[in-house]
């Protein structure tokens, strides 16, 4: 998971979860609520600045969201997809 550490960093920095200790790429975010679905909105957004990739429709679901490790594998998806759609129009 290429994006796995980033995003655990990200979380912590930008003030998306309230942590005293750094967040591993595996540990649960939804589910135990270490982040709630506003702070998600706002990830969302975040991720489609920093990464150019649209987050929407089934990519939207919670388990893409539960651990850095997920979002990173929904990242590459995504960007792999925009990659392919680059060559494709080339």
Known sequence: MR???E???LLTTE???DVDVDLTADEPLLSTGVLDSLELVRLVGALTD???VAIAGNDLNFGNFETCSRIS???ERLMARVAAD???AD
């Open 15 to 17: 003030g998306f979860v």
């Open 86 to 88: 680059r060559v494709a």
């Open 50 to 52: 920093r990464y150019g």
């Open 73 to 75: 594998l929904l990242l």
């Open 7 to 9: 995003l655990c960093e």
């Open 3 to 5: 994006y796995a550490d």
